[in-house]
């Protein structure tokens, strides 16, 4: 079947994305669902700064990749051997299709599956390689095993999570990524108790989910950190106590918490920031490092002394140590109740268009836009 989606041929860093364009959506060919795989309509995707990542080589993935991770849409057609949905059936998906097997599955950390960071990194899926051919015939990769800016998609049945058919698409597509990897830091990662203090360090998607995920949790104070003023405000909204630049956070937060907070939480991917972190939790706090830093970063200077002689823990969190068939219902709940009101971050929709997608890149890139929704096939306006 034809499918249009979009995608990246070669990295770029040349900006102003809206006008150099380095994604083209193209048709593509997309073979159908085999054993344990889905056909999926997608309704409506996310931009993630882990797409903006491989656009810019920070994170290094195989090419020609069709682009996109975190989305919702409705089952059209199975596999042999799918029980977990049917047609018909509205469905999040998950950019870690976790084996349920292996050791990490076992224990229960499907996040870091690692027959899924495989599959992942080689640009296929859970249960095979690429379906996605180009015009000439050539191999197209998925990104993490979803590729959701396009029409529709295969994905392995892991990568899919049921969801009520009453909860607006705009709103589920952000919970396979940035609620799961953001509030799941503070939830699974920080395991975060009711009046412990906690400050979060960098306010896109995915730290605005650590501010509703510290919110829900009971943090106080809560106290959100970013240098674009327009996104402190935001955090204000969503829940936070108290919001600085980077450059007044580190007095404030010791003054607020009484010498430093108990978790830090660090959405940037930076290693200057990590250790602004560590610097502002207190004596036996924990730093959760979320953000995805390019592989050649490294951790800035850091006082040895602040783990033996402080006590202090610098732990990560990858996709917020997430279940995800409990963790999405459970945030869903969440979300009902009026605890997670991540509707508040959807900047804007767009179609699936060569320009408008490039453009959503730029905003993104230049910190102006928090969760962009590309209405992929049509169903946001149905």
């Not at 990542?53 to 059209?76: C, I, K, T």
């Not at 590729?147 to 049945?157: G, L, P, T, W």
């Not at 200077?301 to 732990?315: D, H, I, Q, T």
């Not at 969760?371 to 049509?378: A, E, F, L, M, N």
Request: glycine share 12%; proline share 6%.
């Amino acid at each position: 079947m034809k499918t249009r989606a979009v995608v990246l041929r070669e990295v770029s860093t040349a900006r102003p994305y809206g006008g150099t364009r380095p994604v083209q959506v193209e048709e593509l060919e997309l073979g159908g669902p085999r054993e344990g795989e889905v056909l999926v309509r997608v309704a409506a995707a996310s931009l993630c700064h882990s797409d903006l990542s491989v656009v810019n080589g920070d994170r290094v993935r195989p090419l020609p990749m069709a682009l996109g991770h975190e989305a919702v849409g409705v089952v059209e057609e199975t596999g042999a051997g799918v029980a977990r949905v049917q047609p018909g059936d509205h469905v999040a998906l998950v950019f870690v299709p976790s084996c349920g097997h292996c050791a990490r599955c076992a224990e229960g950390r499907p996040a870091l599956c690692g027959a899924a960071a495989a599959a992942n990194g080689s640009g296929g899926l859970l249960h095979g390689p690429s379906l996605l051919r180009d015009a000439a015939g050539a191999t197209v990769h998925h990104q993490l095993g979803v590729s959701a800016f396009s029409e529709r998609v295969v994905v392995a049945q892991e990568s899919l999570v049921p969801i009520p058919s009453d909860v607006p698409f705009s709103v589920a597509s952000m919970f396979g990524c940035a609620v799961l990897t953001g509030a799941g830091a503070v939830i699974n990662t920080a395991s975060l108790r009711p009046g412990q203090s906690a400050v979060v360090y960098g306010l896109g998607g995915v730290g605005l989910s650590a501010v509703l995920g510290a919110r829900a949790a009971g943090a106080s104070p809560l106290i959100a950190v970013d240098p674009v003023a327009a996104k402190r405000d935001l955090a204000l909204r969503l829940g936070a106590s108290h919001a600085f630049a980077p450059d007044e956070a580190e007095e404030a937060v010791a003054d607020l918490t009484g010498g430093g907070a108990d978790f830090a939480f660090e959405a940037v991917g930076s290693g200057g920031v990590m250790a602004a972190c560590l610097r502002a939790v207190g004596r036996g706090g924990t730093v959760v490092s979320v953000g995805l830093p390019a592989p050649d970063r490294t951790l800035d200077a850091v006082p040895a002394l602040a783990f033996a002689g402080e006590g202090k823990s610098l732990v990560g969190s990858y996709m917020g140590d997430a279940v995800p068939a409990r963790d999405i219902p459970r945030y869903l709940a969440l979300w009902r109740a009026g605890q997670m009101p991540v509707e508040d971050m959807h900047t804007g929709t767009l179609p699936l268009t060569t320009p408008e997608v490039n453009r959503a890149l730029e905003s993104l890139a230049d910190g102006t836009a928090i969760r962009q929704v590309i209405d992929t096939s049509g169903l946001l306006t149905a």
